[in-house]
């Protein structure tokens, strides 16, 4: 059995969860024995459809949806120890550190590979000095670490990189019918943006620019579909700027595509992303995308002038209201920059993502590897 590891599958929208149920399916369907383990409660479903072949571990210690405290975390660390062991995998593999640090810890001395799957940027941790002292534990407890992108790589010291190796996000996606960027002339214009509502995603920022060009546009209303911590402060944002009747919180949704359809532009103010994967399903539908020109995971997939903008600017909120106002405004433009084609990168695609899971076995199952020896560069 391969195991694979994570906090929670029942949250909606989460996009490693996703990540994790569509490999899972994708190995499962190769013909692998799949286990997944998580801190889940018993009664508890996924989110996302799993493939009812694959056996789902479901701890029920904590919250999934909720930092853990120190005894969750010891009872998580014996819990994990005492359920792992007599499945005897070939590897486990944890996604996030929120799961590979106490997972590595619980397999101490027991020759398991222990992978650690990281999908998030090393600018993550600068403002987290904890979760940061954490990470250090990781050449210690586990194997390898994998990141999602050469990008990613590259903003980890040099002398690190034959520790590490790139395992892309898969993306596939169903496109059924592409968006009119033009949009109706007899009800309001969609601008969408799709993530976790958390800091990383600056949500904050959008709505204050949004909230600059309003007026100006009327018909134009800002949809913004995922869900997190940030909802209350969000909302409250949106009322005090009295634009409930123009900014939408949806919550998250398994068929996002349906709003990439119905939208006219796309937009993700992030602070960083490892591998853009909204915008990826956002350009494969059609849409222009606006992101920051300093946004690691989108400054590579957005090119200006040919997909979509990117927004540069000591202020931030400023820089991105001129932005959308430009495009927001002119249908021709959006139409301009409407590329064919589906837009995923070849290593994107499930089937090479799925080959390289199976290179990623097929190098650490049976195997004692020494330690990963490395941290994330803040430079």
Known sequence: MKLLAIKGLSRPGGGAERVLVDIANGLTLRGHEIGIISYDRPTQQSFYQLDHHIEWYRLGIGRTDQPATLTETVLRIAALRRTILPLKPEIVVGFLHSVFIPLGIALLGTRIPVVASEHTAPAHYATRPLQRAMLHLTPCITSHMTVVSDQILSLYPQSHHHRLSVLPNPVHVAVSSRADVRGPDDKPKVLLCVGRLAAQKDHATLIAAFARIADDLPDWNLHIVGEGELRPELMIQINDLGLSHRIFLPGAT???????????????????????????????HGLPVIGFADCPGINQLVIPGYNGALVSGEDRITSLAQTMKILMSNARLREKLVQPGSAIPNECRLESVLDRWEMMFERHCDRQHAPITMAPSTS
Request: net charge negative.
């Open 254 to 284: 398994a068929d996002v595509y349906a709003h990439y359809a119905s939208a006219q532009l796309f937009v993700l103010p992030s602070l960083y992303e490892t591998l853009g994967l909204v915008a990826i399903e956002a350009l494969a």
